[in-house]
């Protein structure tokens, strides 16, 4: 089945550093990548949507320039948190769907937990 | 704007009893619905996905229906086991939402031994 990694599983930093969450599809190629933020508890809240070779779509109140998204390659996907804040730490999610892959279905990556101090 | 809601938010039954978990969404014109689950700190598992036009789905001890017209989907898990111990959330895809999935509140589900 359709598999999706994301690196790395877990990161600590400190406040002001950027740091990048990279999603891939190993077996497939995801014209479409969605991340996803989870507060502990609380359920999956959409950031943005990003197709391949083109800018990404932000969720209403997500901010685009803290949260950089960059769809270089059918198999790729990165996620930047710059400048982050203790408030940013959270598991982000990605997901991706497209080629070869059940268009009706999203297959999502095991996530990432950011813990900012 | 679509909004899914899930009850209960948590659950505790022991092992062995069938169990139902409810999802509600309020905008009926839905393109298909899922069910996922997942483990404490871990991604999302697809269970099961019911088309628009489909009213059930089933998949070993898993059975989940679909009513579009009254804005509800049932999750019904049989012979529950230790091991569905899990998060269970529904995610509903509006169309003309670019495959964008509206996620529920989640059923936090203990099986006891």
């Known amino acids: 089945g359709a598999v999706v990694s994301q690196h790395p599983s877990w990161v600590i930093c400190k406040s002001g550093t950027s740091v990048k969450i990279e999603c891939r599809s190993l077996?497939?190629?995801?014209?479409?990548m969605f991340w996803y933020r989870q507060f502990p508890k609380q359920s999956l809240m959409l950031m943005a949507t990003?197709?391949?070779?083109?800018?990404?779509?932000?969720e209403q109140g997500v901010e685009k320039d803290k949260f950089l998204i960059n769809h270089a390659s059918l198999t790729l996907s990165t996620l930047t948190v710059t400048s982050a804040h203790p408030e940013d730490s959270s598991f982000y999610i990605c997901?991706?769907?497209?080629?070869?892959?059940?268009?009706?279905?999203?297959?999502f990556g095991p996530g990432t937990r950011l813990t900012v101090l | 704007k679509q909004e899914v809601t899930q009850i209960p938010a948590a659950l505790s039954v022991p092992e062995g009893e069938n169990l139902v978990l409810n999802c509600s969404f309020t905008?009926?014109?839905?393109?298909?619905l899922q069910w996922f689950r997942q483990d404490p700190g871990k991604g999302l598992t697809s269970l099961l996905l019911?088309?628009?036009?489909?009213r059930e789905q089933t998949s070993g001890r898993l059975n989940a229906s679909l009513d579009k017209s009254s804005g509800r989907s049932t999750l019904y898990i049989a012979a529950s086991q230790p091991g569905d111990s899990a998060t269970y959330l529904c995610?509903?895809?509006?169309?003309?939402?670019?495959?964008?999935?509206?996620f529920g509140t989640g059923t936090r589900l203990q099986v006891t031994l």
């Open positions: 997901s991706a769907t497209g080629l070869a892959a059940s268009t009706d279905t999203q297959y």
């Open positions: 077996d497939f190629q995801a014209t479409t």
């Open positions: 990003s197709n391949e070779g083109s800018k990404a779509t932000y």
């Open positions: 905008d009926s014109a839905i393109y298909n």
């Open positions: 019911i088309q628009s036009s489909q």
């Open positions: 995610a509903v895809r509006t169309p003309g939402t670019a495959s964008k999935l509206t």
